[in-house]
C-alpha cells in the first residue's frame, strides 16, 4: 500500500518547543512517531528528543521484532533513557508517546500518555487511543472523585510509576486515515472538525497546516505546543484511467 504523509507543529504560548515527531521509512514499512515532552528549562525537549532517537536506532536495525513487540521494545528502551536523563541532570523529565507502524496490510500502534492516534475510515472515526490520565480514569470511573491533579498523566515514558504501552493492531484498506498529535491539538479540535478540514479541497500538507492554525488560534497566548502527523493511503488514480483504456481496446 502508498501511503502520503503530512506534519506540522506549533509552538502555541510556550517558552520553547518540547514536542518531537519523526516518519521513518525503511522498505516500505514506515514508523511514524510523536512525543510530548514534560520537565523544566530544556528538559522536556530533550526527553522528547530522546524517543525520537531510540526510534530512529531502533527501526533502522538489522534485526527488527514483530511491529507489537517492536513497539513495545521501543517504548521500554526510550522509558530506561529518559530515566538515565533524570539522573544524568539530577532533574525530572518524561515524555509522552504515540507510534504507528505501517506494513503493507495492517498498521500497529503503541501508546505512552496522552498523546493520541486517531483512525479514520470511510470518513468516520473508527477508534482513538485512550489517555494515561486521571481524567479518563476519572471518566471510566463513577467512584473517582473530582481531583486537583486530574489532568496530570498515571503512566509517562521516564515517569515513576510502571510503563505498559498500550498496544493495537488493525487490518488496512484503501481508505484508512490516521493522525497523531500532542494533548495541544486534540484539546482545541474535535473530530468532526478534523473530518470537516479533510473533506475540503487541498492536499493533505494543507489540511494539516489548517488545522494546526486553528488549533494554535483557539489556544490563544496560552496555547501549547502543538504537534500533528497525518498518513493516508495513497491511492493508485492510474488505475481507472487503465481500466477505460482497457475496455475500449478492441482484440
Not at 225 to 240: C, F, T, Y
Request: include cysteine; charged fraction near 20%; charge should be negative.
Amino acid at each position: 500500500m502508498a501511503w502520503e504523509f503530512a506534519h506540522g507543529s506549533d509552538i502555541g504560548g510556550r517558552p520553547e518547543q518540547q514536542d518531537s515527531y519523526s516518519i521513518l521509512d525503511h522498505m516500505g514499512n514506515y514508523l511514524l512517531v510523536l512525543a510530548d515532552g514534560m520537565g523544566g528549562r530544556q528538559h522536556g525537549a530533550m526527553a522528547s528528543d530522546t524517543v525520537i532517537e531510540t526510534a530512529h536506532t531502533r527501526f533502522y536495525s538489522p534485526h527488527r521484532a514483530h511491529p507489537e513487540q517492536f513497539l513495545k521494545r521501543l517504548c521500554m528502551e526510550a522509558h530506561r533513557k529518559i530515566l538515565k536523563l533524570e539522573r544524568t541532570h539530577q532533574a525530572p523529565s518524561g515524555s509522552t508517546a504515540i507510534m504507528l507502524y505501517l506494513q503493507e496490510k495492517e498498521a500497529y500502534w503503541a501508546h505512552v500518555g496522552d498523546s493520541r492516534l486517531y483512525h479514520f475510515q470511510n470518513n468516520r472515526l473508527l477508534f482513538h487511543t485512550k489517555d494515561h490520565s486521571m481524567t479518563e480514569l476519572q471518566q471510566q470511573s463513577a467512584t473517582f472523585g473530582d481531583s486537583a491533579e486530574s489532568n496530570q498523566l498515571y503512566m509517562c515514558l521516564g515517569g515513576s510509576n510502571d510503563v505498559v504501552p498500550e498496544i493495537n493492531a488493525a487490518g488496512l484498506n484503501c481508505n484508512d486515515l490516521f493522525l497523531l498529535c500532542s494533548d495541544g491539538f486534540w484539546n482545541e479540535i474535535s473530530p468532526d472538525e478534523i473530518l470537516q478540514q479533510l473533506s475540503l479541497p487541498g492536499t493533505l500538507q494543507y489540511h494539516a497546516d489548517m488545522l494546526i492554525r486553528t488549533a494554535s488560534e483557539r489556544g490563544g497566548e496560552n496555547a501549547d505546543n502543538i504537534s500533528l502527523l497525518l498518513a493516508r493511503h495513497k491511492s493508485d488514480k492510474r488505475l481507472p484511467r487503465l481500466m477505460k483504456r482497457l475496455l475500449r481496446k478492441d482484440y
